[in-house]
């Protein structure tokens, strides 16, 4: 078979285009035929596995609507006595690869994920076609050149992202900084450190990680953390050149140094779900708009941006895609036993939100699965650049989970942990991920039973050192970025209590009195500081992140 560096080098770039981003082309009426084909293999693999007949219930669903209507839908819950345990002898097909993500606090240490021989083959087009787009700058164009320089700022193996950058390297000859094999031994804060460093010596053509690392990055070049230690610099003429070059240019045009005076990348893949938060802060210090992926551990790559870095495309041959209206889906949260109407991606409706679910395909376990996250379908086409298939973009989270810089997600139990341990006397709480001079925050609303003489600095201190004792991920976020997300509003004594009276008054049920812990609405906020004074009001952030 021939190489993706050999086609590119004989010149055969359209054949490589079709292979890797050939799906972009397709119809929806094409998507779904591919989505229907695959779906069939996978129900007969079901059937003939342990965990298949357990999840299917002995059905063999004929087609892709009978499958809708008679297999219930799973969370992590119904996978937990196998694939912690890593039961190969349950799977559809035998694991090429455990993958492991975060779990939940309290429920367990992680997730353990399978990764079957046809995935993680299938993953490396995938890959590939990822790169190719990041750097792409129309259809068909392909910039990739044997040994670019990539910058390792992921989460090792057996993390999903490992696995993504080792399969990557697989099908084409990328240098990654530092090596994968010594990257792996590093802790994280030493692995982003070396990275940067040999990039100074070696060049750096693109970067695949966390846009809160890029931003964090260009935050120390800006306060001179590039041009310290030039003495080590003395005998790398050519590196100390390019950096008194970069210095010059950021003085001409009267600016602090940031990284895009020192490189000039083809191009930035963004993990991580802030990364539409700090796009425009990327593209400042970096000199190129990042191209976002939308991934998780369980279905591997699900949509990407293509070279508009607009809204993204979902991949047709990983995951059978099904699209829960929100309203449903809180029926299934209140009801377990109701079965509720999905939609699949050709009877989406553009401007509407959904929560997503999945079956993998090609051998993967899961069925039916809901991630929790919300995603909006944006149009039904790209009408600019001829892409016939629906556009769509994250929102957030649906079920209770705050994700914060791609590092931590924090559950209603961990919040509530660390309020009680604080021991500063509260009545209730709310909190919700909102962003504050374009960073993601987390919003506390805390209404205190005494706040006589309480500073609210000190409370801030107080829950964020309990919320770092209590989640070492966010403790990361201040010793690795720099981050201290945690923002705190005091609301006047018996705020809660009005807002649950509003309710009563309204003809609210029960269940809708009191407004959720973790991740208030729009309209749930609004309601809760209608009667707090304007002072408080006007601490709020303009633009809010779960709308």
């Known amino acids: 078979m021939v190489s993706a560096i050999e086609l590119i080098q004989q010149g055969r770039t359209e054949e490589l285009w079709q292979k890797c981003c050939g799906f972009l082309d397709l119809n929806i009426e094409e998507f779904m035929a591919v989505q229907e084909r695959l779906l069939t293999e996978q129900i007969d693999l079901l059937n003939k596995c342990e965990l298949g007949r357990i999840l299917l219930g002995g059905i063999k669903p004929r087609n892709t609507r009978e499958f809708q209507q008679r297999i219930p839908l799973t969370t992590y819950k119904d996978y937990a006595p196998y694939l912690p345990e890593q039961r190969e002898d349950v799977l ?32 490396g087009d995938t890959m590939l076609g990822v790169m190719i787009l990041c750097t792409a700058k129309k259809r068909g164009h392909i910039a990739l050149e044997e040994h670019d320089k990539v910058i390792y700022n992921l989460a090792p193996r057996p993390y999903a992202s490992g696995i993504w950058a080792v399969r990557g390297q697989e099908v084409f000859p990328f240098d990654f900084l530092p090596p994968v094999i010594e990257a792996e031994q590093m802790q994280f804060q030493e692995r982003v450190k070396e990275g940067f460093k040999l990039a100074l010596h070696e060049g750096l053509d693109m970067f695949f990680g966390l846009s809160s690392i890029l931003v964090a990055v260009g935050e120390q070049f800006g306060n001179g953390a590039g041009t310290k230690n030039i003495s080590s610099l003395l005998s790398r003429p050519r590196t100390l050149m390019k ?126 699965y809901v991630v929790g996250d919300v995603i909006r379908i944006t149009s039904l086409r790209n009408e600019e650049l001829n892409i016939d298939l629906p556009q769509m973009t994250f929102i957030g989270r649906i079920d209770g989970l705050i994700d914060i810089a791609g590092f931590t997600r924090l559950t209603e139990k961990t919040v509530w942990q660390a309020i ?63 981050l201290k997300p945690l923002k705190v509003t005091l609301l006047p004594s018996g705020t809660f209590a009005q807002y649950m009276l509003r309710q009563q008054q309204a003809g609210a049920d029960l269940a809708h009195l009191k407004p959720p812990h973790m991740n208030l609405s729009d309209a749930m906020l609004d309601t809760l500081l209608a009667e707090v004074p304007e002072p408080v009001r006007e601490a709020v952030p303009a633009r809010r992140l779960n709308t």
């Open 92 to 123: 559809p097909e035998k694991p090429f690869a455990w993958q492991r993500t975060s779990g939940r606090s309290g429920e367990y240490p992680c997730k353990w994920v399978p990764l079957s021989e046809r995935m993680y083959q299938d993953l």
């Open 243 to 368: 950096l008194v070059k970069a210095v010059i240019k950021s003085k001409l045009a009267h600016r602090p140094l940031m990284p895009k005076d020192v490189w000039s990348l083809k191009g930035v893949i963004a993990m991580g779900t802030d990364s539409s938060i700090y796009r425009e802060k990327v593209k400042e210090m970096w000199g190129c708009t990042p191209l976002d992926v939308y991934g998780c551990t369980e279905a591997n790559i699900i949509a990407i941006q293509t070279w508009d870095r607009k809204d993204m495309v979902f991949y047709p041959h990983t995951n059978l895609w099904e699209f829960l209206p929100e309203p449903e889906y809180l029926e299934w949260q209140a009801d377990p036993d109701h079965m509720p109407k999905t939609l699949l991606m050709n009877e989406v409706k553009a401007g509407e939100n959904y929560v997503l679910l999945f079956t993998n395909l090609m051998g993967g376990p899961f069925v039916r």
């Open 420 to 482: 009680e341990t604080s021991r500063l006397p509260y009545a209730d709480w709310s909190i919700r991920k909102d962003e504050s001079e374009g960073k993601p925050i987390i919003h506390l609303y805390l209404e205190l039973k005494e706040s006589k003489n309480i500073d609210k600095n000190q409370v801030t201190s107080a829950i964020h050192e309990q919320l770092c004792k209590v989640d070492a991920d966010y403790a990361n976020l201040e010793s690795m970025l720099g």
